[in-house]
């Protein structure tokens, strides 16, 4: 059975830092890429980014680039999300999602993502 878990969000202030994590379990992780999207109330949902395990290759959306790093444990099969200089415009709920590498054409859009997280919150105060 295919998981992936998120963990890390939570409550923090304007300027700070979280660390997300998605633990994945049921596949072969060094075939696939891991994305990372985001969705806020009433708004629709965004990628935001993208690593792929097979070519190590990442991908950030414009509105966190060099501020939010993904990265990998291929051990550990786990892909974490660091976010710094946190805004309040960052509040959402934030998932994993998993695709078989070779699969994916725009490594932020959410329509080719076959495996899904459940979600943490994440939500920044000003």
């Known amino acids: 059975e295919v998981q992936l878990v998120e963990s890390g969000g939570g409550l923090v202030q304007a300027g700070e830092s979280l660390r997300l994590s998605c633990a994945t379990s049921?596949?072969?992780?060094?075939?696939?890429?891991i994305a990372w999207f985001r969705q806020a109330p009433g708004k629709e949902p965004e990628g935001v980014s993208h690593?792929?395990?097979?070519?190590?290759?990442?991908y950030y959306a414009d509105s966190v680039k060099g501020r939010f790093t993904i990265s990998s444990d291929n051990a550990k099969s786990t892909v974490y999300l660091q976010m710094n200089s946190l805004k309040p415009e960052d509040t959402a709920v934030y998932y994993c999602?998993?695709?078989?590498?070779?699969?994916?054409?725009?490594?932020?859009?959410?329509?080719?993502?076959?495996?899904w997280g459940q979600g943490t919150q994440v939500t920044v105060s000003s």
């Open positions: 999602a998993a695709e078989i590498s070779v699969l994916v054409r725009k490594p932020l859009s959410r329509e080719k993502y076959e495996y």
């Open positions: 049921g596949f072969f992780f060094r075939d696939y890429a």
């Open positions: 690593i792929s395990i097979t070519h190590g290759t990442t």
